[in-house]
């Protein structure tokens, strides 16, 4: 089945350390996304990718990193330097190109402890 | 900037009672209006694709338009799996292919 694989499900940070959310498709998508979703806000955009080696920032880029060496991969870190980590964080693809809609994976909820 | 604005917030219906959830925009150049189903805890399903204003499509008991500055999402009769949460979300041009998300509205629907 194709589709997007989060993990983990579920995360916990402590305070001052990186940590790293996994994000594969096997969709043969170009551009993947990063979102995160918190009670009350609609889901705001972190970083996206629209091709191997490259990725542009979102609306709320402070305190995360990507990379995207390979097509399948878009993995996240959430630095110490984020403040306020604890959320949902969400990855999605597309074909790119305009007027596709973005498939989403199940989701990985880090907590700060 | 672009913007979408979800309502109602939240809406409680009784099974079979049709109802409609809306959802406003303001976008420069509008590429698609999308609009998705996410359930507790998990991923926002795709639901629709809009591209423009006039344009419908149905699935089962959901039914979605577009006019230039809002669409809806026309539920007939729902049945109680059709709570969840409903999310609009706009594809501007010349902003890559990102989505920009409304808040959603909460369905509840009981017997």
């Known amino acids: 089945d194709g589709g997007i694989t989060q993990s983990p499900k579920y995360l916990f940070r402590k305070e001052g350390q990186n940590v790293t959310l996994s994000c594969e498709q096997n969709l043969n998508h170009d551009a993947m996304y990063w979102y995160r979703q918190d009670p009350g806000q609609g889901l705001r955009l972190i970083y996206y990718s629209q091709i191997v080696n490259d990725f542009q920032k979102g609306d709320i880029a402070e305190g995360y990193s990507v990379s995207r060496e390979k097509k399948e991969s878009f993995p996240l870190t959430v630095t110490s330097a984020q403040k306020n980590p604890t959320a949902f964080y969400l990855c999605a693809s597309n074909e790119g190109g305009g007027n596709t809609e973005a498939f989403f994976g199940q989701g990985t909820r880090l907590t700060v402890v | ?111």
């Open chain 2, 1 to 111: 900037e672009d913007q979408v604005t979800q309502s109602p917030e939240a809406l409680r219906l009784q099974e079979g009672e049709s109802s409609s959830l809306n959802c406003s925009y303001t976008v420069s150049g509008l590429r698609g209006l999308f609009w998705y189903r996410q359930d507790p805890g998990k991923g926002p399903e795709f639901l629709f694709t809009l591209y423009s204003a006039g344009e419908e499509k149905e699935k089962e008991r959901l039914k979605a338009t577009l006019t230039k500055k809002e669409s809806f999402l026309h539920i007939t009769a729902p049945k109680p799996e059709d709570s969840a949460t409903y999310l609009c979300a706009v594809q501007a041009g010349g902003g890559g292919n990102k989505l920009t998300f409304g808040t959603g509205t909460q369905l509840k629907v009981e017997l």
